[in-house]
């Protein structure tokens, strides 16, 4: 993988997980790395818009972005923190007002915000959910996006370089098993679609990323294990023997970011499994862990159903083809 140094980043929502896995990632090749989010030491979190009556699990965690920070410098990159709220336009606009203003130049946009795993009710079905969950879920994960990209694309239009990445859940157009979770995860990967359509013309790539089964924090703490002993997990759950620790889709962020070729990609959607196997990335303990390759191989049943529902969807397009 190329180096990164002189790099720029700004990895949103890069408090913990997924997020903050990609920061680590650009700082050990390298980047100066803005991360973003609510949680800081020593103060009350910012408060969300329309939210107040919800109670949100995340919140409660003690990670914060001046650690993530901290692990990037650790890691050589040059770690700067920013207290942002993303779906506060004014916040996000401030921010790369100050990118521009220390840095000059912004060349990768991590688009990790979330949020939603409070919010996400499993089992019900649309008509049953919350209205305030699903709306305040989209606000979150999809709406902080756009702001995002909207305030960060003309740091590298002007430039003409510049990679976006969105963070996503799966690399298909299959249904996710909850209609807010599937509507919000599948609307980033085509904001990274629209997106490239538009950027093409500027030599400014967008892509769909996926990490495969996550090993965060959070679900470490779920699970009552620790990086010393997550492999206990696979005993509950047998798929977990294929999880991954956030650094990996941070080397595969990394290494998008550092493919002088990246253009060819603008407008997919990629898990880690695949980008760690192409660009040959390790996890965090050498190993590369492929979700996709245990339920191939485990639960044909599961991917003949996902497979049946991307299908669907995409054969609605046909009538939109020109088949002269």
């Known amino acids: 993988m190329a180096s990164?140094?002189?790099?720029?980043?700004?990895?949103?929502?890069?408090?913990?997980?997924?997020?903050r896995g990609i920061a680590c990632a650009l700082g050990e090749a390298g980047a100066t790395v803005y991360c973003t989010g609510r949680s800081v030491r020593g103060a009350k979190k910012l408060p969300r818009r329309r939210t107040k009556k919800i109670a949100f699990d995340l919140?409660?965690?003690?990670?914060?972005?001046?650690?993530?920070?901290?692990?990037?410098?650790?890691?050589?990159g040059v770690g700067v923190w920013a207290r942002v709220d993303h779906t506060d336009a004014g916040q996000v606009a401030a921010l790369f007002r100050r990118v521009k203003r220390e840095r000059g130049r912004l060349d990768v946009l991590v688009n990790d915000v979330w949020g939603g795993d409070s919010l996400t009710e499993w089992g019900k079905p649309f008509w049953e959910c919350s209205l305030e969950k699903g709306l305040t879920m989209i606000e979150r994960a999809v709406l902080s996006h756009v702001v995002t990209a909207r305030h960060a694309l003309p740091l590298m239009v002007g430039r003409k370089r510049g990679l976006v990445v969105e963070i996503t859940d799966g690399d298909g157009l299959y249904y996710r098993g909850q209609f807010f979770y599937d509507f919000v995860k599948v609307a980033?990967?085509?904001?990274?679609?629209?997106?490239?359509?538009?950027l093409r013309k500027h030599r400014v790539a967008a892509v769909?990323?996926?990490?495969?089964?996550?090993?965060?924090?959070?679900?470490?703490?779920?699970?009552?294990?620790?990086?010393?002993?997550w492999r206990d997990g696979a005993k509950r759950q047998p798929s977990f023997v294929e999880s991954e620790t956030p650094l990996l889709v941070g080397r595969c962020v990394a290494a998008l970011a550092s493919d002088p070729k990246v253009l060819k990609k603008s407008g997919r959607v990629f898990g880690s499994w695949t980008l760690a196997k192409e660009y040959d990335?390790?996890?965090?303990?050498?190993?590369r862990p492929s979700i996709a390759g245990w339920v191939e191989e485990n639960m044909p049943g599961f991917l003949k159903q996902v497979r049946e529902s991307g299908r669907r969807f995409c054969a609605q397009g046909e009538v939109f083809t020109d088949k002269s």
């Not at 003690?62 to 050589?76: C, D, H, L």
Request: charged fraction near 30%; avoid cysteine.
């Open 59 to 76: 919140d409660k965690r003690p990670e914060t972005i001046e650690e993530t920070a901290e692990m990037v410098s650790a890691r050589g």
């Open 188 to 198: 980033v990967i085509r904001l990274a679609f629209a997106m490239a359509e538009e």
């Open 4 to 19: 990164l140094s002189g790099k720029v980043a700004v990895v949103a929502g890069a408090t913990r997980g997924a997020g």
């Open 208 to 229: 769909a990323v996926s990490p495969g089964f996550l090993r965060s924090e959070a679900m470490l703490e779920h699970l009552g294990l620790t990086e010393e002993n």
């Open 281 to 287: 990335l390790t996890d965090a303990d050498g190993r």
